[in-house]
């Protein structure tokens, strides 16, 4: 039985009511913190698993943290839906959780309709990288291409990935049993805000994404020497910040003058950091992006070769280590067709763009075909708590996922 056409308002106004509840699952502070492994991480996949099993979704937790909500279908594999239920520190509530809860609630709504395949939806437990120096356990785990290795880096207060897994009640050490053949396997499609401005500046609700950028992430220490603020004479100091100053100058003009590249130094801690004492470490990160995974080595190449060049001639010591890499990848060409034809039939202008952000659908297209919807965002604002979207945007989406999820007849 086809159910009548989605009353969109009305998924719209739901999608936005649960993200609203949901962001509630947070560190106190502006915006929303929610890091993998965590109390508000448990509380937000409680939440979660309510919901899924509303729409009719079997839920469990699998060994890597991914909350996992299936509808069975007819045996011919799983199309799997779903994004990150993690924050950055601070940052909006759309950014991943819109990509878990309109799948659940477009579930909902096709509670008694027939599909023709199993679908899944999931609830990544970590896409940001932002408490361990590694991201995506949970679709590398699905997968197959998680290194257990990254289960013994630890977060600022020591504690390993695995512990963290384990205190969570995951079982990081059986994570190589959850690799999904392929063939059980029709695609990932994610739904995400666009975190830019084009779908703004172009005046449209969706889009669709045709590559995912590539990323590359440096740890930089600078060692110098301290000594007193007052007695020291410029041309006598080894000054750890002064060369950190130089260093995120030179990282913005190269990228300023690179093509379709973004470089960007996003953290920095300053060692004995007192107001008297001339620094004597810096410890900073460097993050290259670039949709062409060739030149953004090339890039990087060139960057850190020129931040070894300013460490030298001020007499610092600097040790570079690449700590996180994750290539570019192209949208399945057939299955962003499909997302293209459920837009255009939701009454959407389809635009096909280039995500110049990452998402857990980088990791999953190393082994499954995946597409990407897009959703317009206020000013492009993202990784910020003024993030915001509309009702009416959400109700886009989702009419556009019901047209796909009723009409995709798999591969
Ligand atoms: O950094 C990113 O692009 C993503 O939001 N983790
Ligand atoms: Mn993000
Ligand atoms: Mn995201």
């Not at 570019?328 to 202008?349: E, K």
Request: charged residues 25%; aromatic residues 4%; neutral net charge.
């Amino acid at each position: 039985m086809q159910p009548a056409a989605p009353d969109r308002d009305a998924l719209g106004d739901e999608i936005m009511r649960r993200i609203e509840r949901i962001a509630q699952c947070s560190e106190p502070g502006p915006g929303v913190t929610r890091l993998p492994f965590t109390a508000q991480h448990r509380r937000a996949a409680a939440l979660l698993r309510r919901w899924m099993e509303a729409a009719g979704l079997a839920a469990h937790t699998d060994h890597a943290g991914t909350l996992v909500g299936r509808r069975d279908g007819d045996g011919r594999g799983a199309l799997l839906l779903g994004s990150h239920q993690d924050s950055i520190p601070q940052g909006g509530r759309y950014d991943g959780m819109l990509g878990i809860v309109l799948p659940i609630v477009c579930l909902e709504y096709l509670k008694h309709a027939p599909l023709a395949f199993a679908v899944e939806v999931l609830a990544f437990a970590d896409e940001e990288g932002v408490r361990f120096p590694t991201a995506m356990p949970g679709p590398r785990a699905l997968a197959g291409t998680f290194d257990a290795a990254a289960l013994d880096l630890r977060d600022r207060d020591g504690v390993s990935l695995r512990r963290a897994m384990r205190e969570y009640g995951a079982r990081p050490d059986d994570i190589a049993q959850l690799a999904r053949a392929p063939d059980q396997v029709l695609g990932f499609v994610e739904t995400h805000i666009e975190q830019g401005p084009v779908l703004q500046h172009r005046d449209l609700p969706l889009g669709v994404v045709t590559a995912i950028c590539g990323i590359e992430r440096w740890s930089v220490s600078l060692r110098g020497r301290a000594a007193h603020a007052g007695t020291t004479p410029v041309e006598l100091r080894r000054d750890a910040l002064a060369c950190a100053a130089e260093v995120v100058a030179e990282v913005e003009r190269y990228c300023r003058a690179t093509d379709e590249l973004t470089g960007n130094v996003g953290a920095l801690s300053v060692t004995p950091n007192a107001v008297n004492v001339v620094p004597a470490r810096v410890e900073l990160s460097l993050e290259l992006r670039a949709g062409d995974d060739r030149a953004r080595r090339l890039a990087a190449a060139e960057v850190t070769g020129r931040i070894r060049r300013i460490a030298e001639n001020r007499g610092i010591e600097a040790a570079l280590q690449q700590t996180y890499a994750q290539a570019a990848v192209q949208c399945d060409a057939a299955l962003s067709d499909a997302l293209q034809t459920a837009v255009t039939a939701a009454g959407c202008p389809a635009h096909r763009l280039v995500s110049g952000a990452t998402h857990d659908a980088s990791a999953m297209a190393a082994a499954f075909p995946v597409a990407m919807l897009f959703v317009r965002c206020r000013d492009g604002v993202s990784h910020h708590p003024a993030e915001s979207m509309t009702a009416a945007d959400a109700g886009a989406a989702a009419a556009a996922l019901i047209a796909f999820l009723t009409r995709f007849g798999g591969r």
